[in-house]
């Protein structure tokens, strides 16, 4: 038997079956990170760090029993900024009040995107490359668990989130996580192994305009962010989307013709290789 809280939780949840939609089996909002940012900075007005759902309610300008009110928390809740306790209480999670501190904003911003289930798994499979067309990654989102009467919406609204989170900053097609300046985005654990880090270090020599002491272009630092890291698996497709990305960028940031560069793979036939 279900305790209240969690009754009280499924409520918030949209009905997707009600719906007549195909019923997903992966974890993603129905609102934007925007909306969800929103929600916390309405419960922060309202009460700091906790309030009751009619405060919420009242601060959004929202009906506490309506179907749009429910959704929004239940977005915020799925980019895990709050959660919703038994008797309507709303209370921020660490994130959510890392979100509300503009020094620590875009850091929080970016591990919001990556809490829900769905965009972590689209970053992944697509790291390094150019996202699909939009019926590719309808496709591509169906196949991750997507229900496919809302894999539009849900297609939308993570494009909007993955802009609202920083994503799209570097190219409009591609999920490239960016850099975050300041605290770092989570606790350094010195036992973990995947190498990934939230700033990449100046090097001498390297650094905006030439001078010779500066950091990196922001380009040239979410390019080195899309690298996978050493010993992993790197297909040639792969390589050749990298190093066609990593031509664009120093075309666009460098002086100088760069007209006679081209990108191309190679494949090995009956012993011979030749250029594709």
């Known amino acids: 038997m279900e305790s209240a809280s969690e009754a009280e939780v499924k409520q918030l949840q949209p009905d997707s079956a009600a719906a007549g939609n195909d019923r997903s089996t ?27 759902s009619d405060q919420l309610a009242a601060e ?3 009906e506490a029993k ?23 209480r709303i209370t921020l999670t660490d994130l959510g009040r890392q979100m509300v ?6 850091a929080a911003r970016v591990q919001a995107f990556f809490a829900v289930e769905l965009y972590q798994k689209v970053h992944d499979q697509f790291k390094g490359g150019p996202l699909p067309p939009q019926a590719g990654l309808d496709r591509a989102l169906v196949a991750i668990g997507v229900g496919a009467g809302v894999k539009e919406k849900a297609r939308q609204v993570m494009m909007r989130s993955a802009k609202q989170a920083g ?3 570097y190219a409009p097609d591609r999920l490239v996580k960016p850099s975050v300046k300041g605290e770092p985005l989570k606790p350094k654990d010195n036992s973990e192994a995947d190498g990934d880090v939230d700033e990449i ?5 390297v650094g905006g305009g030439g001078s010779g002491g500066g950091r ?4 040239i630092q979410g390019l080195l962010m899309t690298l996978p890291q050493p010993g992993s698996s790197w297909t ?10 990593a031509n664009s960028i120093f075309t666009m940031i460098y002086k100088g013709d760069a007209a006679g560069i081209t990108i191309t793979g190679a494949t090995k036939i009956e012993g011979a290789t030749s250029a594709t």
Not at 32 to 39: F, G, N
Request: proline share 4%; with cysteine; net charge negative.
């Open 66 to 88: 309506g179907g749009g009110f429910r959704q929004r928390i239940n977005g915020a809740k799925t980019f895990g900024l709050l959660t919703y306790e038994r008797g309507g």
């Open 101 to 106: 501190d503009s020094v620590s904003e875009r």
């Open 201 to 205: 270090p100046a090097r001498k020599g």
């Open 236 to 245: 040639a497709q792969e390589r050749v989307n990298w190093l066609t990305m």
């Open 60 to 62: 959004l300008g929202l």
């Open 167 to 169: 994503f799209l900053e």
């Open 26 to 52: 992966v974890e993603f909002p129905y609102t934007d990170l925007d909306s969800a940012v929103d929600v916390v900075k309405g419960v922060h007005g309202a009460g700091g760090n906790a309030c009751d």
């Open 216 to 219: 990196e272009h922001p380009l």
